[in-house]
């Protein structure tokens, strides 16, 4: 067990629907990043929070955003979705803004399927 | 930014046989480079990591090396088992930014 809870485990919806998925990172961490992992393009980063405020920029999409809130706890807010969002979104802490000093510790992820 | 090629997609090798993973990147500036492995149904997680003031690390059955001048690192596992079955992920970062991972390896392991 990582640490780091994401909720909830699976999720089915329909086209331009909106989901919202959340993370629990590990007690004391201070940063959230989110990945997205699909069949052919392995694990992409999304976006990074430290602290509550956005840290780095991946390949998001503008239908997609995320915050961090005061606990430290972080959402990921998927909106008219389609049918190649789905793929399992998965939420990592660390200690650091940056993993560079550190380990990344993954939850279990969130599979979402849009049909 | 930064881009990191991972070969190969697939590995089966024989129980007590090595696999060897291979990763490129692309941005000189990078100087910190993790291998996580991912089972069935789990989250990645961290088996070893390299930084850029190290040419070779070793933990037990499984050894990374790296190649600053020519941009590569590889993960080694020897003497594997079926345990080791699993998705690796090869990653590389830069100072300040966030960690880039390769397309995975899907090692197989057969008894």
């Known amino acids: 067990d990582s640490g780091v809870t994401q909720t909830p485990k699976h999720l089915i919806t329909a086209t331009g629907q909106r989901v919202t998925l959340r993370c629990s990172p590990r007690s004391g961490d201070l940063s959230v990043y989110w990945y997205q992992q699909s069949l052919d393009q392995g694990l992409q980063f999304l976006i990074q929070y430290y602290n509550g405020e956005e840290r780095a920029k991946g390949n998001i999409l503008e239908r997609f955003s995320a915050q961090q809130f005061p606990d430290l706890h972080s959402e990921l807010n998927l909106s008219s979705l389609e049918l190649g969002d789905s793929a399992l979104y998965f939420c990592?802490?660390?200690?650091?803004?940056?993993?560079?000093?550190?380990?990344?510790?993954f939850g279990e992820g969130s599979r979402l399927t849009v049909l | 930014g930064e881009n990191v090629e991972q070969h190969p997609s697939t590995l089966s090798v024989q129980e007590g046989d090595s696999a060897v993973i291979k990763c490129t990147y692309s941005?000189?500036?990078?100087?910190?480079f993790p291998w996580y492995k991912q089972e069935l149904g789990k989250g990645p997680q961290l088996i070893i990591d390299?930084?850029?003031?190290?040419g070779e690390k070793k933990d037990q059955r499984i050894a990374v090396t790296l190649n600053k001048t020519a941009k590569h690192f590889s993960l080694h596992i020897t003497e594997t088992q079926p345990e080791d079955s699993a998705v690796y992920f090869c990653?590389?970062?830069?100072?300040?930014?966030?960690?880039?991972f390769g397309k995975g390896t899907t090692l197989s392991v057969s008894s």
């Open positions: 390299i930084r850029s003031n190290v």
């Open positions: 990653a590389a970062q830069r100072g300040g930014t966030a960690l880039i």
């Open positions: 941005d000189s500036a990078s100087n910190y």
């Open positions: 990592a802490s660390s200690v650091v803004g940056s993993p560079n000093t550190g380990e990344l510790f």
